[in-house]
């Protein structure tokens, strides 16, 4: 493993909020904690006036000012019991040398993506300390101006998910030119899974010595690919990811969190990962999971990101529904079952900022009166 520059201040200590971090560890906590996919994001006014003022997102991404501004925005807007790292999944291949570009309207594009036996030779893992110094620069930033009040959570994309992206050359409806190379050249695309498994471990251990107090693995589109595929194309390297996740800094433990959308049906397989925590989306009942799961990890979810746009009453039976369907995390022999609250997928853009304050607030409130209720 490379080395990775010390902390550059006191030992860690756990964030005074630390509900986040108790919940993905399956400890007690006194409500369930929340934070949402793109919290900071285009239905925040004050993030597009930060993103104009960096002229792009890419701008934006790329500088550690910035991206603290924007880290810090929504969680100063609302009661949320954890931050996440404004950066992107795209940020690895990009350092592979990749070229990433933002072209209006169409989302990202690559410059040379990744097509040929050439173009594979070519792919190397990137030294995080060298081409992503800037993301690192960000978590040391953002972990300063947090102060110990909240939890950081750092972030990167899945192989599978980010060899989507690198093959293709940007998004796609039908998955054709990856899924060419699945069946035509599966030894390519294992190839380029070896890079991507080694480059997120790096990246993910790098953030996590700069500072990050969790860190998610975001399986956007492993949910795409056929039973046995998935498990050869995808969980395969998220295994590979994980056993090589540095699990403590100065004796805390950093738990992590896959999520993999469209994963509902390989529930039990994703447990057997030996992650803390398993993103859901909004396809799969939170009490059905627990069942699935047992004591394997914890889960995170899974509101429809669209029942934001039902309005206040709307908003609050859907989060009595879920927090009921979850249960109490209690469980009858005394033990705890962690489930943190977010959405299934990343907020609207055209989310309304006022649905967010309801949410957070339901959250907090229902579920302290349902432990209340439970003991
Ligand atoms: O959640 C957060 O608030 C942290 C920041 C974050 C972003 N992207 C910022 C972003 C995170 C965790 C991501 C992850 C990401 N990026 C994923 C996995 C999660 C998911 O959404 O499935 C994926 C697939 C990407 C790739 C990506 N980045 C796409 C497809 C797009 C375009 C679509 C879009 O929403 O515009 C982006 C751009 C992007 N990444 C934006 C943000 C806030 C919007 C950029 C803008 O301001 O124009």
């Not at 060298?130 to 972990?143: H, N, P």
């Not at 899924?179 to 695309?189: C, E, G, I």
């Not at 429809?304 to 369907?325: N, T």
């Amino acid at each position: 493993m490379r080395q990775c520059t010390p902390l550059p201040y006191a030992a860690a200590v756990r964030p005074r909020n630390d509900t986040l971090l108790r919940a993905l560890l399956r400890q007690p906590t006194p409500y369930t904690p929340i934070w949402l996919m793109r919290q900071a994001g285009r239905y925040l006014p004050e993030y597009n006036a930060t993103r104009s003022r960096a002229g792009s997102f890419l701008a934006l991404a790329k500088s550690p000012d910035f991206a603290t501004e924007v880290t810090l925005q929504p969680i100063e807007r609302y009661p949320l019991d954890a931050a996440i790292l404004f950066s992107d999944i795209l940020t690895v291949p990009d350092a592979m040398g990749l070229g990433l570009f933002f072209s209006d309207g169409e989302g990202p594009r690559f410059e040379r993506p990744v097509r040929s036996e050439a173009d594979v030779a070519k792919l190397a893992a990137p030294d995080p300390e060298l081409s992503l110094t800037y993301v690192l620069d960000a978590v040391r930033q953002i972990r300063r101006a947090l102060d110990g009040r909240l939890p950081l959570i750092g972030f990167a994309g899945s192989p599978f998910t980010l060899a989507c992206y690198m093959v293709e050359g940007g998004s796609t409806d039908d998955f054709r030119t990856v899924k060419t190379m699945l069946y035509a050249r599966p030894d390519l695309l294992h190839r380029i899974l070896q890079v991507n498994a080694e480059a997120v471990a790096d990246y993910l251990n790098a953030q996590i010595a700069a500072g990050v107090d969790a860190v998610m693995i975001f399986d956007t589109w492993g949910g795409v690919l056929a039973d046995g595929a998935f498990q050869r194309f995808s969980l395969a390297y998220l295994r590979q990811v994980i056993d090589r996740l540095l699990r403590t800094r100065d004796g805390e433990r950093i738990p992590s969190i896959v999520f993999a959308k469209g994963g509902g049906l390989w529930l039990e397989e994703l447990a057997d990962l030996g992650s803390d925590a398993l993103g859901l989306d909004w396809t799969v009942s939170l009490a059905k999971a627990r069942a699935r799961v047992g004591r394997r990890c914890a889960l995170q979810g899974n509101m429809d990101p669209m029942a934001l746009f039902g309005g206040e009453v709307a908003i609050c039976a859907e989060v009595r529904r879920l927090l009921d369907d979850f249960g109490p995390p209690q469980r009858p022999d005394g033990g705890w079952d962690g489930h943190v609250f977010n959405l299934g997928h990343g907020l609207s853009p055209f989310t309304p900022p006022e649905a967010i304050s309801v949410l957070v607030h339901a959250v907090h409130s229902y579920s302290r009166q349902l432990r209340a209720l439970a003991s």
